[in-house]
């Protein structure tokens, strides 16, 4: 399904208002009644007032009635950015499809663990500075971010967690 989500949210991308940055995103959230939700970004010439094409088609499906939990897949054309992360935490999609930076399609649950295994990899290159032409300080640099994301994941992880917990225990009280 994913896949095919990506592709509509490829088509939808078209419809971007992207006059500024020249760089079309479409968003396609899929609820778990099947309904899906288009998204686009939409620019302004103040640019911190534009808003992003996860957060459209998120917004268009709790103006249809969704709220947290109900919307299970999201497909973006981008990555997105820390604020839309969030967002996409807040609303619990259990699948989120994004193309990183080299534009492969990736799932974001899978990328921590592909992080781990690059820097576990990396740290076991023992050679002197000279002949790996500084990969000691980029190892170490990729251990900042991948200890920076594990944290942030580790945050979510345990907010949803969390969240679960309170829903339980409102339902067995109530
Ligand atoms: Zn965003």
């Given at each position: 399904m994913s896949d095919k989500l990506y592709e509509q949210a490829v088509r939808v991308a078209?419809?971007?208002?992207?006059?500024?940055?020249?760089?079309n995103v479409g968003a396609v959230a899929r609820a778990r009644d099947g309904r899906v939700f288009e998204g686009v970004n939409v620019e302004n010439?103040?640019?911190?007032?534009g808003i992003c094409a996860e957060r459209t088609a998120i917004s268009r499906a709790v103006t249809d009635g969704c709220r947290p939990g109900d919307l299970e897949e999201i497909a973006i054309t981008a990555s997105p950015c820390g604020g839309c992360r969030q967002w996409i935490h807040e609303f619990r999609f259990d699948r989120v499809t994004f193309k990183n930076a080299e534009g492969e399609l990736v799932r974001a649950e899978e990328l921590m663990s592909a992080m781990d295994e690059i820097y576990s990899l990396l740290v076991?290159?023992?050679?002197p500075d000279g002949v790996t032409g500084g990969l000691r300080r980029t190892t170490d640099a990729l251990r900042a971010v991948l200890e920076r994301t594990r944290g942030d994941l580790t945050t979510a992880m345990v907010a949803a967690r969390l969240q679960g917990a309170i829903e339980r225990a409102e339902r067995s009280v109530g």
């Open positions: 078209e419809r971007a208002y992207a006059p500024y940055s020249s760089f010439a103040a640019y911190p007032l076991t290159i023992d050679y």
